[in-house]
């Protein structure tokens, strides 16, 4: 069995790991009230669904992603309904 000598502490390694804890930060909270942030959001479609809009955006002149496509949906039904 192989015995060590003790680790000798660094003044200047304590020194920096409190700055760093005395900097601190913002908590979560406090950076959702920035506008348009952007969230990540998990939604369960059925597969039929999903492979028509695909079909449909492998067939458009225009390159759009799948999530481009969603949030495009999103804005116009929420302009049609709510406002």
């Known amino acids: 069995m192989a015995i060590a000598k003790k680790p000798t502490t660094n003044k200047m390694n304590i020194?920096?790991?409190d700055?760093?804890?005395s900097k601190g930060g913002s908590s979560p909270s406090e950076q959702m009230h920035e506008e348009n942030i952007n969230?990540?959001?998990?939604?369960?479609?059925?597969?039929k669904m999903?492979?028509?809009?695909?079909?449909?955006?492998?067939?458009?002149?225009?390159?759009k992603t799948r999530?481009?496509?969603?949030r495009e949906a999103v804005e116009e039904k929420i302009k049609k309904d709510i406002v």
């Open 67 to 70: 999530t481009c496509w969603v």
């Open 39 to 47: 969230l990540k959001v998990t939604i369960r479609l059925p597969s």
């Open 50 to 63: 999903l492979n028509m809009i695909d079909n449909y955006l492998e067939k458009s002149i225009s390159k």
């Open 19 to 21: 700055a760093i804890i």
């Open 15 to 17: 020194d920096l790991t």
